[in-house]
């Protein structure tokens, strides 16, 4: 809703009531049409302001009714209603003006902001425009170029930059409504035209079309098969070369395309699961609501290879400080030199407001006796980390929480060598850990509610989206990786080239695909991991089965003939030289496929795109719904989180186990038997029951999962 109060000096004051971010729900609209007209309609008001409750202005549309039918007045009226007022009307910005919101204050005649809220137009991450007008009274305000930039990223800007493009009129330290209420009243009775920006021309550089022609081929390489950024330069060419309302047409047009795609659905979903993970529960009924995790001030992290140097300046980034560990001299040498240039980019790159904690390098590990928290970064070994983490627990006191950064390994295992096993949880970081959005936090049976709060406090604090997850092996992330690694490797020794998988996963949307990747992260990484698995290594029959199952050597082979990706310039692909970046097919590649497939027998075929895409993703997917069963992973959207924010799942398809709802449950078990059917010896290719059960319970959107996933579960953890 909308409050209506008369201050004194003739000013009406409304003020946005829906908590907590006064989106604009069907009554908020209705209550600023009702208040508006009052406004016009009290011969004793010459001025209006309109402000958020609770120092926010306003956060947008309610993305909660785009589910719904539309009810309530529409936006659209709306702020072309406050643009005609003829007395003044003044937006008092604080907290936020995003989306809808900053179309409001676009609509009244002046702005006023506080120097700390945030504004910008970010439709486009939800699969949408800025269809009240937002894009076409934008452009005509700061100009088309800049508009562009806005509008296609969705970024949010802060006051002084507002002030700057012109979005502002004013900004301010102290109470913005008041500066406002001061600022309406000075200008009561001055003429309005020049303040209706639906009325203005749209200032563009001479040259509009190749401006547009750029940002269009910039758009559409940037967003992998997004369709909203494309629509967004649509309607901003809209703009810039028709009239007005034949540019509102075009917003409309637009809008109602992107309402109903598919996109706008999964980007939504996304939103809403980057929040729903932060609310994590344990099965003894603790959660995010009950309890409390320390503040931690001092941290220390062991071993400063690749991860831990990244989760050493991801911690002092948050202001605190850091002993960063590492016994071998020559590693802690490079890392002391690397890591405060590696800070001083990133902190530069943040404008923080907060200066980074201290960091001392040290090659004792008894230098950590003194912190609150400890993070084992060592190689992805068990012997090697139930060493340490025996080390740290005669060197920390008992109430140290101690963490490992391990991609898959048992933390429960670990907990067992310390001396308080509820005060250890994994925090499993990705490369490059500062900048790496996503981090899981590994609940073993024995983590304490306080060492889960505590963790999960901490990855927010270094502005991850930290997704709380069971102890199994490979946790989510990387568990459902696997059936979908050995399906890319398994194309290949059917036919296909790593060209082909890549090809049709980039087509799909993801960043890079599988050998791609797997050159930029080193093939030593997996194979050591396979080593560590007893999969690989000498002693072990280079088969193509391994326990009974299907098995692919091809990795472990291209490894142990030294090619270990782009840093030795030759893996999967060739390149220009060690550290090469672009990737050329490799004629040799090719041979070593055609001698493996001779060797074993194996018969080359032609592999359709489609064919590449269902065996690795629903392979991955299926491990999905394995992991709801087994309650490893909350819900779905943990998951997809997981996936989005670590993995290079396009964001626009909402994340694998979204996915399949979209491409119908129904679908993915009728394939995934299909391809278990030609291929018995693959485990990971057999439904899962939950798969099952859900069809079988007439396939219920993600959001009714849960009702269906067993509720005696074997090992349930979360
Ligand atoms: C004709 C179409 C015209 C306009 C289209 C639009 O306006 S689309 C909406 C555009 N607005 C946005 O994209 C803003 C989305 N919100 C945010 O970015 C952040 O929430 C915000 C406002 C920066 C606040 O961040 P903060 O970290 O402080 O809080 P949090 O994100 O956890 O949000 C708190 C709860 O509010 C819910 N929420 C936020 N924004 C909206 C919204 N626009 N509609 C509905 N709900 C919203 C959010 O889900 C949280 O809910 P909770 O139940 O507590 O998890």
């Given at each position: 809703m909308a409050t209506y109060s008369r201050l004194p000096g003739s000013v009406a004051l409304i003020t946005l009531q829906n908590p907590?971010?006064?989106?604009?729900?069907a009554a908020v609209r209705q209550g600023i049409v009702d208040t508006v007209q009052r406004a016009l309609k009290?011969?004793?008001?010459t001025s209006v302001v309109i402000c958020g409750q609770n120092g926010r202005f306003c956060g947008g549309a309610d993305i909660r009714e785009f589910a719904g039918p539309m009810l309530g007045p529409p936006l659209v009226p709306m702020i072309h209603a406050i643009e005609a007022v003829d007395k003044p009307v003044v937006a008092a910005i604080e907290g936020v003006a995003l989306g809808g919101g900053l179309e409001l204050a676009l609509g009244c005649h002046y702005r006023i902001a506080h120097s700390k809220a945030l504004l910008g137009l970010p439709e486009v991450t939800l699969g949408l425009l800025p269809a009240a007008g937002g894009t076409q009274r934008l452009p005509r305000l700061i100009g088309l170029t800049a508009a562009l930039d806005l509008i296609t990223t969705g970024r949010h800007i802060s006051a002084a930059e507002a002030l700057k493009l012109g979005i502002l009129d004013q900004v301010t330290d102290s109470n913005a409504v008041d500066l406002a209420v001061d600022f309406v009243r000075s200008v009561a009775g001055q003429p309005l035209d020049s303040r209706r920006l639906s009325t203005l021309a749209c200032p563009c550089p001479p040259d509009v079309d190749s401006l547009l022609d750029k940002v269009m081929a910039q758009v559409r390489q940037r967003s992998r098969g997004a369709l909203a950024p494309v629509a967004c330069v649509q309607a901003l060419r809209a703009a810039a070369t028709l009239p007005y309302t034949q540019g509102m047409e075009k917003e409309r047009d637009l809008m109602a395309t992107l309402f109903n795609s598919g996109q706008a659905r999964a980007l939504q979903y996304a939103f809403f699961s980057q929040r729903v993970v932060g609310k994590w529960s344990l099965p003894s009924g603790a959660n995010w609501n009950n309890s409390t995790g320390r503040t931690i001030s001092k941290a220390a992290v062991i071993g400063l290879g690749t991860m831990g140097r990244g989760i050493v300046v991801a911690l002092a980034l948050t202001g605190m400080s850091v002993v960063a560990v590492e016994t071998q001299e020559k590693q802690l040498a490079e890392a002391s030199q690397a890591v405060p240039a590696m800070l001083q980019r990133e902190a530069g790159r943040r404008s923080l407001a907060t200066p980074p904690g201290v960091i001392t390098f040290s090659s004792n590990l008894q230098d950590v006796s003194e912190v609150e928290l400890v993070i084992e970064a060592v190689f992805e070994n068990m012997a090697l980390k139930l060493q340490v983490f025996r080390h740290l627990a005669s060197v920390c006191g008992p109430g140290t929480l101690l963490c490992s950064n391990t991609s898959g390994l048992d933390m429960d295992q670990l907990a067992a060598v310390t001396k308080s096993p509820a005060l250890v949880v994994g925090m499993h970081f990705f490369a490059p850990a500062h900048v790496m959005k996503l981090l899981e936090v590994v609940c073993g049976p024995r983590s304490s509610p306080e060492a889960v709060a505590t963790a999960m406090q901490l990855g927010k604090r270094m502005g991850k989206v930290s997704v709380a997850v069971g102890n199994c092996p490979g946790f989510v992330g990387n568990r459902m990786l696997k059936p979908y690694l050995e399906q890319a490797n398994f194309l290949l020794e059917e036919g296909a080239t790593p060209q082909q998988v890549d090809e049709a996963l980039e087509e799909f949307g993801?960043?890079?695909?599988v050998f791609r990747m797997s050159d930029l992260s080193g093939l030593d990484v997996g194979w050591r991991i396979r080593k560590e698995a007893g999969l690989t290594g000498p002693g072990v029959e280079p088969s193509r089965t391994r326990q009974g199952r299907r098995y692919s050597p091809l990795p472990d082979q291209v490894c142990e003939a030294g090619r270990l990706g782009q840093k030795t310039g030759r893996g999967w692909y060739q390149y220009d030289g060690p550290g090469g970046r672009v990737a050329r097919s490799d004629p040799w590649v090719h041979i070593f496929l055609e001698a493996y497939r001779a060797q074993h027998g194996l018969v080359a075929r032609s592999i359709a795109p489609e064919e590449i895409l269902e065996r690795c993703l629903y392979a991955l997917i299926n491990e999905g719904f394995n992991i709801l069963q087994e309650a490893?992973?909350?819900?779905p959207e943990h998951i997809d989180a997981i996936y989005v924010f670590?993995?290079?799942?396009?964001r626009h398809r909402g994340g694998p186990m979204f996915h399949a709802g979209q491409v119908g449950l129904g679908r993915v078990l009728e394939r995934l038997e299909h391809h278990h059917h030609n291929h018995p010896d693959v485990p990971h290719l057999e439904p899962s029951t939950l798969l099952r059960r859900l069809v079988a319970g007439g396939s219920p959107p993600v959001q009714k999962w849960r009702e269906f996933i067993n509720k005696d579960r074997v090992h349930s953890q979360l």
């Open positions: 907590p971010v006064n989106a604009l729900s009290d011969p004793k008001v993801f960043p890079m695909g490893m992973a909350a819900g670590g993995y290079g799942w396009p």
